[in-house]
């Protein structure tokens, strides 16, 4: 009996436990910002990156739907400054998404607005990038994307870092009140 102990605890001990999958950075972030604009009503959001002078992130939000964020550099970082005083966030926006130093935009599509996922489950449909030409959508098949798994997976968590810090500027915005 003890031996049959010994024999049962090693084999459990020689399988590797199985980790659950990690949520990606912009899920809890995801759901700090939305909860922030449902309670503020609104459905546009804006700030600058004091880490980076010239750039400005905003982002659009369709309750229960989507979130659309944008990053880019403005070529007239004052126009923009003073939009953000007036709180002219869907301008900004737009300016964001159309008017930006070339190279420089990054575009998210969050469907859902519940953070990036690498793989959607079923037939749900995917998160998107676009960064300077290149469009990703993150429906987890990296070949039809012509990308190694590794690649897919380096590129899904770039994506994601980079939406998380999106994210935060936001939610400081938020959170300052300013």
């Not at 994307?145 to 999106?166: G, N």
Request: glycine residues 4%; hydrophobic residues 45%.
């Amino acid at each position: 009996m003890v031996r049959a102990l010994a024999v049962l605890i090693a084999a459990a001990l020689a399988v590797p436990a199985a980790t659950p999958a990690q949520d990606s950075k912009s899920t809890v972030l995801i759901k700090q910002l939305t909860q922030l604009l449902d309670q503020k009503k609104l459905e546009n959001i804006a700030a600058a990156d004091p880490q980076a002078p010239g750039t400005f992130v905003a982002a659009l939000y369709f309750p229960g739907t989507q979130l659309l964020a944008v990053s880019a550099n403005y070529a007239a970082p004052q126009l923009m400054a003073d939009r953000l005083v007036k709180k002219d966030y869907q301008e900004i926006y737009v300016d964001l998404s159309s008017a930006f130093v070339p190279g420089s935009k990054l575009l998210v599509m969050d469907i859902f607005a519940d953070g990036l996922i690498a793989k959607p489950k079923g037939d749900a449909p995917a998160d998107s990038i676009d960064k300077g030409s290149t469009s990703l959508s993150f429906d987890g098949d990296w070949k039809k994307a012509k990308l190694s798994e590794a690649d897919y997976t380096k590129a899904f968590d770039e994506a994601d870092a980079a939406y998380a810090h999106i994210l935060e500027l936001l939610i400081s915005k938020l959170k300052s009140g300013t």
